[in-house]
């Protein structure tokens, strides 16, 4: 029995999914500042996916998902803006070898891109997470080229000031 073009789909898109989920709620991690937030997040995304997944399954699902994710995200914060307090002082970056110390880095990375501007992270992430080039990031997020290299200029220059991070290189 041949198998209809609906369940080609259906298989590509779940296979899709189980691939990418973790790295896309690591992204929406990055994004939203919040593993909470996150999974709703790619969830989100992947429902306003999976209508046009023929149209999209052959070339850039990843980017195409982010999109979506950023999209998201941007009609999400308009909506509500976030309610969580930060602390003034981040936890001390200490040996790495040990788990609470790595998770004690992630929670100063999460507060530290809370710090930025919505843009300003998605910049960050989409930059030394997503490793995009900034033409990319300029395509992804429908902006100028200029655009994405004044914000990335302005969110690492605003992480270099916060004295508790662990320095950052000092080319931008």
Request: aromatic share 6%.
């Amino acid at each position: 029995m041949r198998q209809s073009t609906r369940e080609r789909d259906d298989a590509g898109f779940t296979a899709f999914v189980a691939a990418n989920t973790p790295r896309l709620i690591h992204v929406a991690e990055l994004l939203t500042g919040s593993p909470h937030d996150a999974p709703d997040l790619v969830q989100a995304a992947l429902i306003k996916v999976y209508p046009h997944w023929r149209r999209i399954g052959g070339d850039d699902p990843v980017g195409y998902t982010r999109r979506v994710m950023i999209n998201h995200q941007n009609d999400w914060w308009r909506r509500k803006r976030p309610r969580e307090v930060l602390t003034e002082r981040l936890p001390e970056a200490a040996d790495r070898s040990d788990p609470a110390d790595d998770h004690a880095l992630r929670v100063a990375m999460l507060a530290a891109l809370a710090a930025l501007t919505r843009r300003e992270r998605q910049v960050v992430v989409l930059r030394f997470y997503c490793d995009l080039t900034e033409p990319a990031i300029a395509a992804e997020l429908g902006i100028a080229v200029g655009t994405v290299k004044s914000t990335l200029s302005r969110a690492l220059n605003r992480l270099r000031e916060m004295p508790e991070l662990v320095p950052l290189p000092m080319a931008g």
